[in-house]
């Protein structure tokens, strides 16, 4: 099943979001799963709006991408990103 996931960053850059971002692009599969990913600028930092095809997959993701993010001095998460089931998702103008 499907999951949404939003987390709010605060004090956080797009220059470091890049930075991560860059990294990660480095890691073969690390986004195996991810059917959906934007960064939204904020004036507190940044949002993070995600859709996982499932919930291993997520935390796959999760647990490369932690030890990244904490070696390029990202803060722990204040609050924990709001995770919720999808009920339906489709992209515009794809097939199927």
């Known amino acids: ?17 890049d930075a991560l971002h860059s990294a990660l692009q480095e890691r073969p599969g690390i986004f ?15 949002e993070v709006f995600d859709i996982w095809e499932s919930e291993q997959h997520m935390n796959a ?3 490369k991408m932690m030890p990244v993010a904490a070696e390029q001095g990202w803060p722990g998460a204040e609050v924990a990103p709001r995770v919720l089931r999808v009920h339906n998702h489709w992209v515009p103008g794809a097939a199927g």
């Not at 099943?1 to 979001?17: I, K, S």
């Not at 959906?36 to 600028?41: E, K, T």
């Open 32 to 46: 195996e799963g991810c059917l959906a990913h934007a960064c939204v600028p904020t004036d507190e930092g940044i």
């Open 1 to 17: 099943m499907a999951l949404f996931v939003h987390a709010v960053v605060p004090g956080t850059t797009t220059g470091q979001y």
């Open 61 to 63: 993701f999760v647990e």
